[in-house]
């Protein structure tokens, strides 16, 4: 079992940066694959990005040069900048194990003027 504990979210002007945060804990060491996705109301749940044992990463096309992605231990974060309105939605964590895949619970960002 992992849980996962995500943090971070809110709301920015558009241009503005947020960073968020998951927390890992549990039998982390069988994580191969950590992601973000995200949900805007509305639309079906997108990949955002990846980042894989070894440090390798995937990212969607409409967050690529904006949205890095990045792991220390068993702490993922996203680094959003040059947010825009488009960006609002849920974001949620994601972790790919041995024993199966695990979600966060979600946190909202908004972008707004």
């Known amino acids: 079992q992992v849980q996962l504990v995500e943090s971070g979210g809110g709301l920015v002007q558009p241009g503005g940066s947020l960073r968020l945060s998951c927390a890992a804990s549990g039998s982390i060491f069988s994580i191969y694959t950590m992601g973000w996705y995200r949900q805007a109301p509305g639309k079906q749940r997108e990949l955002v990005a990846l980042?894989?044992?070894?440090?390798s990463t995937n990212y969607a096309d409409a967050v690529k040069g904006r949205l890095t992605i990045s792991r220390d231990k068993n702490t993922m974060y996203l680094q959003m900048n040059s947010l825009k309105p488009e960006d609002t939605a849920v974001y949620y964590c994601?972790?790919?194990?041995?024993?199966?895949?695990?979600w966060g619970q979600g946190t909202q960002v908004t972008v707004s003027s």
């Open positions: 994601n972790v790919r194990t041995s024993f199966g895949e695990y």
């Open positions: 980042i894989h044992t070894g440090g």
